[in-house]
């Protein structure tokens, strides 16, 4: 099954890569990494409940059934500025948009005792601050 720790692991260092990418305007970069952020930390949780995910489907049933609203719905515009084949993200917008989206995720899970380990890398970012 799962690993939670190696899940989470791989969820803050892509969270410090996209972040990194964010501010060096490294637009498709924080478009492709958000996803990858957003697919371990699902992960992470799953492997708290032992269980394990190979393919997005199941990923996207399990956010569904598992996250509020709101959480599940911020994962979904990651998901889904990633699969946005068009080019319009290239002005910055959907970048904006996947960073907007990872502080409600992160928020919600730091509340909910999920990703305190995460604190180090949002303390570097003076935008994440509310975060710390």
Do not use: C
Request: charged letters at 30%; a positive charge; glycine letters at 4%.
């Amino acid at each position: 099954m799962g690993n939670f720790q190696k899940h989470l692991e791989l969820a803050k260092e892509k969270l410090d890569a996209t972040v990194s990418a964010y501010y060096n305007k490294q637009i498709t970069v924080v478009r492709d990494l958000g996803r990858k952020v957003v697919e371990q930390l699902v992960e992470a949780d799953a492997a708290r409940n032992n269980e394990q995910f190979g393919d997005h489907i199941s990923r996207h049933e399990y956010s569904n059934k598992n996250f509020p609203f709101k959480i599940n719905k911020a994962m979904r515009k990651i998901w889904f500025a990633y699969a946005d084949l068009d080019y319009d993200g290239v002005n910055g917008k959907k970048a904006q948009a996947v960073i907007d989206n990872l502080k409600i995720i992160v928020s919600f899970l730091k509340k909910n005792s999920i990703l305190r380990s995460m604190k180090r890398i949002l303390k570097k970012y003076h935008e994440w601050s509310e975060f710390s």
